[in-house]
T-cell receptor, first 115, second 114 residues
Framework: NAGVMQNPRHLVRRRGQEARLRCSPM?????VYWYRQLPEEGLKFMVY????????ESGMPKERFSAEFPKEGPSILRIQQVVRGDSAAYFC?????????????FGPGTRLTVL | AQSVAQPEDQVNVAEGNPLTVKCTYS??????LFWYVQYPNRGLQFLLK??????LVKGSYGFEAEFNKSQTSFHLKKPSALVSDSALYFC????????????FGKGTRLSVIA
């Protein structure tokens, strides 16, 4: 039973380019969460999606960042016109339901480096 | 607003000794509480969670945590530490009242010395 999958594991972009991060949830999970981790810090919530819907994007910067979770295929976190401050590890998690006690299972992360 | 505090950036313990990693939380209502572990260049692995009921929660790899409502704490413990337990540990909280995001602490780095 495959866990949460993320690709690429490492991504290098130059300032001004676009970064696309992909996340495939665990089988049977339809709830996806994206988090950002800066060096020596905890994870910060960015966005919560269900299939074809954004439920909560309160943690996502208003500009340059977008997320989607289409009916078919993985969830995508897209960062346009990347800047050096976007360098971080981006983690995706999935859960079976949206219920409060439901465990979120994390992928291995994508480490984005902006040159 | 929800928040989590992990007051120690680093905890060092000798192999075979008991370990404690501290966590305190703040929520407006009642909490759901979680512990995760992160090994270098890996994602977070779920260890255990408190939902309701018994204050002592047992989880993976021999870890346990005790929910203390009066002290708003959820400390992670293990009776006998292993070198392989060395990792970064995160406490997280979610308010029971709504579908709010998980809020994480900054993490505590545990080093178990042989």
């Amino acid at each position: 039973n495959a866990g949460v999958m993320q690709n690429p594991r490492h991504l290098v972009r130059r300032r001004g380019q676009e970064a696309r991060l992909r996340c495939s949830p665990m089988k049977g999970h339809s709830h996806v969460y994206w988090y950002r981790q800066l060096p020596e810090e905890g994870l910060k919530f960015m966005v919560y999606l269900q299939k074809e819907n954004i439920i909560d994007e309160s943690g996502m910067p208003k500009e340059r960042f977008s997320a989607e979770f289409p009916k078919e295929g993985p969830s995508i976190l897209r960062i346009q016109q990347v800047v050096r401050g976007d360098s971080a590890a981006y983690f995706c998690a999935s859960s079976l339901t949206s219920g409060g006690p439901d465990t979120q299972y994390f992928g291995p992360g994508t480490r984005l480096t902006v040159l | 607003a929800q928040s989590v505090a992990q007051p120690e950036d680093q905890v060092n313990v000798a192999e075979g000794n008991p370990l404690t990693v501290k966590c305190t939380y703040s929520v407006s209502g009642n909490p759901y509480l979680f512990w995760y572990v992160q090994y270098p260049n890996r994602g977070l692995q779920f260890l255990l969670k408190y939902i309701t009921g018994d204050n002592l929660v047992k989880g993976s790899y021999g870890f346990e945590a005790e929910f203390n409502k009066s002290q708003t704490s959820f400390h992670l413990k293990k009776p006998s530490a292993l070198v392989s337990d060395s990792a970064l540990y995160f406490c997280a909280v979610r308010d029971i009242g709504g579908n709010t995001p998980l809020v994480f602490g900054k993490g505590t780095r545990l080093s178990v010395i042989a």
